[in-house]
């Protein structure tokens, strides 16, 4: 095996059919040669770890879905990922945003779940309320699966990739299904409706207020 991306085709392969149980664990014995771990994917002796993301593509390629992947891969970790919305977005600015529809947001979660063994969840952009409900209507199908919430509501460039009116459901929905939630200084304000922090000790008083909301 050359490389990572090797053994992600022979999986996909073993997954379509084209590779033989009796084939397979010669397969599994090269993964295994290759890259000296233990694999947690596919079968009891071969696993990888596997994370979903939960967020919005960036065609500029620096945030969301594409940073996601290309971090899990970064760490040698296989990443599944579920799409909540399209911004059509560049280094500069945000030029426009399509929301996925609920539905396929939660449809998307549901066809992972039933074939992916998930081991942590990492959350970003949402948009609409809507689309929060949804995704906390996935999580069910993930039982015991660490959840890192990242609060998104404005991109770098400064525009906004959160509906105003879905704060609420943000706070109330998912942050009590979360085991990490990463807010920066401005979210972390919006979250708990106050003026942003101006020191440490604010920080930690926040951070408190954000914890009894309901994040492990």
């Not at 053994?7 to 090269?30: L, M, Q």
């Not at 593509?57 to 945030?63: F, I, V, W």
């Not at 996601?68 to 919305?85: E, R």
């Not at 609060?151 to 990739?161: C, E, F, K, N, R």
Request: net charge negative; aromatic share 6%; glycine share 8%.
């Amino acid at each position: 095996l050359g490389s990572g991306s090797d053994a992600w085709k022979y999986w996909d392969e073993r997954r379509a059919g084209k590779i033989s149980d009796k084939d397979w664990v010669d397969v599994e014995a090269g993964i295994a040669r290759s890259y000296g771990t233990c694999m947690t994917m596919g079968t009891a002796s071969t696993m990888t770890a596997i994370a979903l993301t939960i967020a919005g593509s960036d065609s500029g390629g620096g945030a969301g879905i594409q940073a996601d992947l290309k971090t899990f891969s970064a760490l040698q970790v296989y990443g599944a990922s579920v799409i909540t919305a399209l911004t059509a977005q560049n280094t500069v600015r945000v030029e426009a945003v399509h929301v996925v529809p609920p539905d396929f947001v939660l449809a998307q979660m549901r066809a992972v779940a039933s074939d992916l063994e998930v081991d942590a969840i990492k959350i970003g952009m949402l948009a609409t309320g809507p689309v929060i409900e949804a995704v906390a209507e996935g999580l069910k199908d993930y039982p015991g699966v660490p959840v890192v919430l990242d609060p998104v509501m404005i991109a770098a460039s400064g525009d906004p990739l959160l509906d105003p009116d879905a704060v609420d459901a943000l706070r109330s929905v998912l942050i009590p299904l979360a085991t990490l939630i990463t807010p920066n200084l401005a979210e972390a304000a919006a979250l708990l409706a106050c003026s942003p922090a101006r020191n440490e000790y604010e920080m930690a008083m926040q951070a408190w207020q954000l914890k009894d909301a309901g994040a492990k």
